[in-house]
């Protein structure tokens, strides 16, 4: 039925990739390549045979900007065969295992790609460990073990349902509570992330290996100062943090609270009040709502740099690191993931 898998999967950890990989080797006698979604432009010829399998994902119950923008990269699809396969965060708590949630990761992808001309043969989220060191404690070797081998399965029977000539179309409640939560995933996607990539900060164990930068797959990462500096396009792939071979990478919540004392100020009553501006008030909602969201981008972007001097101080960058929740927490890899399987050059 088909000449070639064609897998792109966006992957910090290797979660992403382990579903693109399982199914693409499940359709047994059929050539396949694994490629990358980075920011970086990926030349890739497909035919009008190929199927793509697109493994991705999900944040604040969507799917990421990079998927997103990397669907317009595409030629169009003329009718070419399609999967998605979006990555959810499971997790297991006393022997419980929990489902993920993406949302629309899914189906929004999938319309994408039907306005591109692509026909979508399959749409179902996979549970995959959490790697969301910023804020998940990070699971043991026994509870990845359950989910990775429960996600496994379940990629074996999608692809074994494509082989036998069939579709699947999965999520259609998380679906519904995705579009009930459109407005979360909207305030993720103009300034959550970005918000969340000022969280991060390298404590007084980093040695300016730079390996970060490296492997970042949005290039969001610079070196300042011989430290790696966060820049607003960031989408939190853990690869950083989960990677860093000095466990240098924390988050405070010293530097959350900070940003939104900062953050909330109301910029209206400010100017009304201290500079007497009595024609602002004549202005539409939207215009404040731009120009608060100017202010936030533009003092947590400040305090951000003053912060990074601040912290080239190693005494502060300790005392910063020891008040980190997440130095305390365990780091998260795929297993059997290396750092050559997911930072690709092809």
Known sequence: ?????????????????KVAKWFSESMEGLHTGLHQIREQQTTVTTGDNDLLVFSYPTHGFTAPWLMIKYIFRLP??????AVLLPTRAGTRILGLSLPGMEGTAGYLIAGLLWLRGYKVRGVAAIDMPSNWTALHWGLSDKNVKVIVDR???????????????RSFYNGFIPLVLGVLLAGVS??????????LAKLFFASDKCNGCSLCKQICPKQSIQMLGNKPYWTYSCDSCMACMNFCPQRAIQVSPFTLFLYNYIGTIPVYFWISGNLGWSFIGQLPGSIWFLIQYVYILSSVALMYRLLHHVLRIK????LLSALSHTKYFRRYKS????LGNIHRTD
Not at 151 to 165: D, M, P, S
Not at 315 to 318: E, G, I, Q, R, V
Request: aromatic fraction near 10%; proline fraction near 4%; glycine fraction near 16%.
């Open 151 to 165: 996600g496994e399965q379940k990629v074996k029977r999608l692809a074994q349902t494509i082989a036998l000539g």
């Open 1 to 17: 039925m088909y000449a070639r898998i064609t897998a792109f999967f966006m992957s910090g950890t290797g979660n992403s990739y």
């Open 76 to 81: 169009a699809g003329n009718g070419v065969h």
């Open 335 to 338: 297993p059997g993931v290396s």
């Open 186 to 195: 909207f305030g993720y996607l103009i300034i959550g992330q970005m918000l």
């Open 315 to 318: 005494p502060l960058a300790a």
